[in-house]
């Protein structure tokens, strides 16, 4: 069914659209949070990303697949980073031929300070109910996984992609999963979409934790 005036939109559509919404609000917001301490949200985004990292910084390849855009934007926003003293290059500890790119106490102050603005979709999402929150973000990563295999975005750094990552190991509701790196059981509101200790699992075993992650989901 199409959406051309006349036509009722598909439910899919519907949610496309409620998305697109809501995605716009996102934008507006990182604008204005970037600009109250002088960067763009490209630029914003790579601080956020490199304070949750390892602190021995990350390439600017590994940061561009990150975002999703080409290698030279990422450089030229790195570069502005750098002049702003937010970030430093630092030599990559698994190649001595190679730098990483690291943020600075300065950049994870200006962080901070974006993060205290005033959020409108954060506060939408806080008005849900826990269970609504955690069920949002249950199909989130479904949409997500889903997309990743598609080749619409890169490797995303979360829980269903990840080694350590166990699904529904423990008859506990509250806390079904376990984290192999940290040998702890969560739970479903735990759940990370980007994880600064993520390590890639083999297709096999990734394949596989989803397969018992989505039936445990349904």
């Known amino acids: 069914m199409s959406n051309e005036p006349g036509n009722t939109p598909t439910l899919v559509g519907r949610i496309g659209d409620g998305l697109s919404r809501v995605a716009t609000a996102m934008r507006s917001e990182a604008w204005t949070a970037a600009e109250a301490i002088g960067l763009n949200p490209t ?3 790579i601080l956020t990303f490199l304070v949750a990292r390892d602190r021995s910084g990350m390439r600017v390849k590994q940061i561009a697949a990150y975002l999703g855009v080409s290698q030279p934007t990422t450089t030229d926003s790195v570069n502005a980073l750098l002049r702003k003293g937010l970030v430093e290059k630092r030599a990559d500890p698994n190649d001595a ?4 790119v690291a943020v600075t106490l300065q950049g994870e102050a200006a962080v901070r300070q974006a993060g205290q603005l005033a959020s409108a979709t954060e506060d ?3 008005s849900l109910s ?3 929150q955690e069920d949002l973000l249950m199909h989130l990563v479904r949409i997500i996984r889903r997309l990743q295999s598609a080749g619409a975005i890169p490797e995303q750094r979360m829980c269903v992609n990840c080694r350590y990552f166990r699904p529904y190991v423990y008859d506990d509701p509250k806390a079904p999963h376990h984290c192999a790196f940290v040998d702890a059981a969560f739970g479903p509101a735990e759940l990370r979409v980007d994880c600064g200790e993520f390590e890639s699992a083999d297709d096999a075993d990734r394949d596989a934790a989803w397969r018992v992650f989505n039936r445990g989901a349904a």
């Open 43 to 45: 630029q914003l985004q």
């Open 97 to 100: 031929r190679a730098l990483s």
């Open 124 to 126: 939408a999402i806080a």
């Open 130 to 132: 826990k269970l609504e």
